[in-house]
Structures are given as C-alpha cells and as structure tokens.
C-alpha cells in the first residue's frame, strides 16, 4: 500500500470529543487528511478496538488508510492498515511479520543517534519530531525546530513525516525541510470545523 504522508491527522480523544471521533476524522478526511492514525493512550485494548473498526467503516472506499498507534494486538484485531510505534513500544521486525507485507509501518525518530540505529527494513516512513513543543504527547523529546528537522530527514532512508505542535501556517517550511507531509493533532482535532482546518494546509 502506497503511504501518502501529505496531511497525517493524529487523534486525539479529548480535542476529538467536540465532534465526536468518527465525525471529526470523516470532517478532516473531506477536506485533505491523507492518512489516519488512531492514538488513545488511556482506552483499553477492547475500546481501542471498537474504535478502530468503526473508524475503519467510516474511511472504506475513501482510500485513506487507518493507522493504530502503538498496539500491535489492536491492530491486528481490527483489521486496520497498519501500525505506528515510538521507539520503545516494540520491535518493528516482529510487528511487519505479524502484520504482513501489505501493511504501512511508521517509526517516531527524535534525533539522530535514533537514525543512525534504525533498521529501516520492516518500516515504510518515519514520523521526525517533535518539531515545536506540544501539549498533546506528554514527556516528547527537545523540540527539533526545522533546521535539526532538515538534518534529519537528510538523514532518513524513508519518506519522511513531520510532526509537534505543526499549524497550517508552517506547510510550507515543513515542505522546504524535505518532509513528506505534516502530522497534526490539535491543529485539526481541536478546531471547530476539522475540514476547514485541513483544508488550510492546502491553501499555502
């Protein structure tokens, strides 16, 4: 499966709650959300699970994949088109072999030290950051700004996402570093119009 990283919406269950999960990710995908990724740190496995499969209904035929973060079992079980992991929540080799080779694999790489032991084999892109400080992932590494963003993509094997308190008003400098795309929580999940906010990515 081909990854398009152009506009990566990252959920949230408390920015997702004014609209709801499903109606804001429908919302944002009308209006140019180009990958989906599931993140509730706090739902158990079964909730995260009933999220992904209701969320998976949503998206058929729009041809944006959904993405769970974290849970290789969650995945799994709903059926969803793939998996992110942060650096220590997994082995990617053993999380290709039991998703299969069709399935999108993302890595969170911070800085370099992290690229210079990645075994990009197994994975498909890499999701750089934090870009900025953000108040949607607690404890995140030192922000980068878009000069260490820049290095690192340099550096990267793999198509590349940006990500960390990422706006509209910052496309285009995400772009000039070489990323892929930018991957954004707050800046659509929080919004009170997901399409319109998505759609400001485009109009830079």
Do not use: W
């Amino acid at each position: 499966m081909r990854v398009d990283l152009t506009l990566y919406l990252v959920t949230d269950p408390r920015l997702c709650a004014r609209h709801g999960l499903v109606e804001t990710v429908v919302a944002a995908v009308r209006g140019g959300v180009t990958l989906v990724q599931l993140r509730d740190k706090q739902a158990s496995d079964d909730e995260l699970i009933d999220q992904a499969r209701r969320l998976k209904a949503a998206l058929a035929g729009s041809g944006v994949p959904l993405i769970v973060n974290d849970r290789l079992d969650v995945a799994l079980a709903s059926q969803a088109d793939g998996l992110h992991l942060g650096q220590d929540d997994g082995d990617v080799a053993v999380a290709r072999q039991a998703m299969g080779e069709q399935a999108i694999l993302g890595l969170s790489v911070q800085n370099l030290e992290q690229m210079a032991r990645l075994d990009s084999g197994p994975l498909d892109y890499l999701g750089l950051g934090p870009v900025f400080a953000t108040t949607t992932k607690q404890n995140h590494a030192r922000p980068l700004g878009f000069d260490r963003l820049a290095a690192l993509v340099a550096a990267s094997p793999l198509p590349a996402v940006a990500i960390g308190g990422l706006q509209a008003e910052h496309a285009a400098r995400v772009r000039a570093t070489g990323a892929r795309g930018a991957a954004v929580v707050s800046a659509i999940c929080g919004q009170p119009d997901p399409e319109v906010a998505a759609r400001a990515f485009f109009d830079v």
